[in-house]
């Protein structure tokens, strides 16, 4: 996201009402909800910006897994207590603004702030429901693992997000 600015906090001020990623419950999620979402602490919105201009967000709030709902790995040696996960909720990169790289900039900007969030709090893992296939074939590139349960359901456990970075 070199020629990009961001990732910032979503705000008011930012120009988002013509987002348009071609997925409608992404783009009513940015414009009706993300605002609404920080104000009630529910979820926080990043934002890239081409000036102004909001060309790719995604959104993180605090989540949890069953523990009979995980894949091995994320349950190994825990006890049988919700495990506890931030949820990459929503993830989208305006149309005119896709195949730049600016998606896997976000990418890695939301592991990062996954990673100092664990620092602080207990966290294992990061995961995310991907929309469809196309959306989780990105996330499969950037070394997120499907969970048995759904397939379209994947994670990254924070000590591999860790190696990667």
């Known amino acids: ?38 104000a009630n602490d529910s979820a926080r919105t990043f934002v890239g910006l081409n000036g102004n201009r909001v060309v790719g967000y995604y959104s993180l709030a605090v989540s949890s897994v069953a523990v009979e709902d995980a894949p091995a790995r ?18 989208a990169v305006d149309l005119s603004y896709q195949g730049q790289g600016i998606g896997q900039g ?3 900007d939301a592991l990062k702030r996954c990673l100092s969030v664990s620092r602080d709090a ?29 397939p379209l359901h994947l994670y990254m456990l924070l000590k591999d997000v860790e190696a990667s970075l």
């Not at 994320?74 to 993830?91: D, N, T």
């Not at 966290?123 to 349960?149: I, N, S």
């Open 1 to 38: 996201m070199s020629r990009f600015a961001g990732p910032v906090l979503l705000a008011k001020s930012h120009d988002f009402l013509e987002f348009d990623c071609g997925n409608a419950p992404l783009n009513t999620f940015l414009v009706r909800h993300a605002l609404a979402n920080q």
């Open 74 to 91: 994320m349950s190994k040696g825990l006890a049988r207590h919700p495990i506890p996960i931030l949820l990459m909720a929503r993830f």
């Open 106 to 108: 976000l990418f890695k």
């Open 122 to 150: 207990g966290v294992r893992a990061v995961m995310t429901h991907a929309k469809d296939d196309a959306a989780k074939a990105f996330y499969v590139k950037f070394g997120m693992l499907e969970c048995p349960t759904n």
